[in-house]
């Protein structure tokens, strides 16, 4: 919490991430891959309400955005635990990964099974 009383931009951040590592890189998943190598290319954060650390545990409402050859962005909606899902959320945002190589240290095409795997949660 900062000076104002409500969760700062750096933690809300981290919680973003906190929200997308077991989605994406957990064991069985065919993203696991991506544990690998991926780099954030674009974050943007919209507040819209404020969020205390009484709000919590938050829910973060995750999908895809967009899947490109080399990329994909994860849309997000963030409100205080138990909000209605059909509430305004609190914070809206979204994240640009790419795949990369650490070896070649250059971008990387994803492959056929993270493709299917992400497409799977584009919001209709």
């Known amino acids: ?28 998943r065919p993203t696991v ?29 995750m999908w895809i955005e967009s ?8 849309g997000y909606e963030v409100r205080a635990g138990g909000a209605a899902p059909d509430s305004a959320p609190s914070i809206v945002a979204s994240t640009q990964i790419a795949a990369f190589d650490i070896d070649t240290q250059r971008l990387r095409r994803l492959t056929a099974p993270e493709r299917e795997y992400l497409e799977q949660w584009k919001r209709a």
């Open 67 to 74: 899947v490109r050859a080399v990329d994909f962005t994860i």
């Open 33 to 61: 891959t991506l544990r690998d190598g991926a780099v954030i290319a674009d974050l943007h954060v919209r507040y819209r309400g404020q969020l205390r650390h009484d709000d919590g545990p938050l829910d973060v409402l």
């Open 1 to 28: 919490m900062d000076v104002f009383q409500h969760i700062n931009h750096a933690r809300m951040v981290t919680l973003l991430e906190e929200a997308r590592i077991p989605w994406l890189f957990e064991d069985g």
